[in-house]
């Protein structure tokens, strides 16, 4: 299966660069799965399609502010994206520099915010791959660090400096755990009148944690889909979820997933439990699964997602629910309408295609 097979043409003015005014202002595409059709909506609708009884699953992931500035004692620039936490005082991040730095030496950051000769130091002291372990050398725990000096990390796509409207727009309102350096942006739709609307209608919720990691912006760099290594991202699902998704099951109503990282949640939760002979188990590991045409899903009925880059392993999971051609007939669609694309942009609501496995890519 080849890459280029999901790839389409998208024009840069449909790149949302800031959200909507408003969380639930956005537009909603409905994809039906089973029929392939499609209709404009807006976001509110949604309320519409969610019946008593279905189960709605959300990432509560935090995002940290985890782009540092800083400078090496040379003078040269050097920029940080914190991947993650290793504890109060260590991370590993993506490091640019004119020279990638060498083991034992110390950078300084957080000057831009705090003032020149008020930053704080991080040694670099070993290499992982691509990624650098940072030791900081402060007293006070590298979230706080954070908090004080470091910059909303927006995605690429979005070419301009973060602002301070960023540090709420860029979090959904239910975020409670801190370590994501993305976010679940299907949830940024969502407002507290939307939630409880919702509760009072008798929807359940339920919530897992993954910690999106800044590989969810990497490109695909193969020619087949089969080659693409994925990579690891932290999740939980917790044995009150396995709960609730069991009960929803039972009760014959539906499982829906806001967004593609409470997808590979649960549906990791489940590819583990398979071994067990069970539908799901409590999950607490790092997860690197890949979704794609030809796969199938245990859990997920319905899903929430915003419109994923061309060639992206989102495109992919979103393609293997509902079916290929029903994918980019509808992102088609979505472009000639003018639909606003990536994390600020708009989102659809899909059902599953039980007939996925026979839509890939010829």
């Known amino acids: 299966m080849l890459v280029s097979d999901f790839h389409f043409d998208l024009p840069d003015e449909l790149i949302a660069r800031y959200p909507t005014a408003e969380r639930s202002a956005s537009r909603l595409l409905h994809l039906n799965g089973e029929t392939g059709k499609f209709a404009d909506q807006q976001f509110v609708d949604l309320y519409d399609h969610i019946n008593e009884g279905d189960l709605l699953i959300f990432n509560n992931t935090r995002v940290i502010p985890a782009r540092l500035y800083g400078r090496k004692p040379s003078g040269g620039k050097v920029e940080a994206l914190v991947e993650r936490v290793l504890d109060e005082h260590r991370c590993l991040a993506h490091v640019k520099a004119s020279k990638a730095p060498k083991e034992g030496a110390e950078l300084i950051f957080g000057e831009d915010k705090l003032g020149e000769g008020n930053g704080f130091t991080a040694t670099m002291v070993a290499r992982h791959d691509t990624l650098f372990e940072l030791k900081f050398s402060e007293q006070q725990p590298l979230f706080d660090l954070l908090q004080l000096a470091?910059?909303?990390?927006?995605?690429?796509?979005?070419?301009?400096?973060?602002?301070?409207?960023?540090?709420?727009?860029?979090?959904?309102?239910?975020?409670?755990?801190?370590?994501?350096?993305?976010?679940?942006?299907?949830?940024?739709h969502f407002d507290n009148a939307m939630l409880e609307k919702l509760k009072v209608k008798g929807v359940d919720t339920a919530f897992v944690t993954l910690h999106v990691g800044a590989g969810t912006f990497q490109p695909v760099r193969v020619d087949?889909?089969?080659?693409?290594?994925?990579?690891?991202?932290?999740?939980?699902?917790?044995?009150?979820?396995?709960?609730?998704?069991?009960?929803?099951?039972?009760?014959?109503?539906?499982?829906?997933?806001?967004?593609?990282?409470?997808?590979?949640?649960?549906?990791?939760?489940?590819?583990?439990?398979?071994?067990?002979?069970?539908?799901?188990s409590p999950f607490f590991s790092d997860t690197s699964i890949f979704l794609y045409p030809g796969k199938t899903f245990k859990v997920v009925d319905a899903l929430v997602t915003n419109f994923h880059l061309p060639e992206s392993t989102l495109i992919m999971l979103v393609s293997a629910f509902s079916g290929y051609k029903n994918t980019m007939n509808a992102y088609a669609h979505a472009v000639e309408a003018k639909y606003r694309f990536f994390s600020y942009g708009d989102a659809m609501f899909i059902n599953k295609n039980p007939n996925a496995l026979n839509d890939v890519p010829l």
């Open 224 to 280: 087949t889909i089969e080659e693409h290594k994925m990579h690891a991202e932290y999740a939980e699902v917790s044995q009150e979820v396995v709960d609730k998704i069991l009960a929803t099951k039972a009760n014959g109503k539906r499982v829906i997933a806001v967004g593609t990282t409470s997808v590979r949640s649960v549906e990791s939760a489940a590819q583990a439990a398979e071994k067990e002979g069970k539908l799901i």
């Open 150 to 188: 470091g910059h909303m990390p927006l995605p690429p796509y979005i070419d301009r400096p973060d602002e301070d409207a960023d540090q709420e727009r860029y979090q959904t309102v239910y975020s409670k755990v801190l370590g994501a350096v993305a976010a679940p942006t299907a949830g940024l």
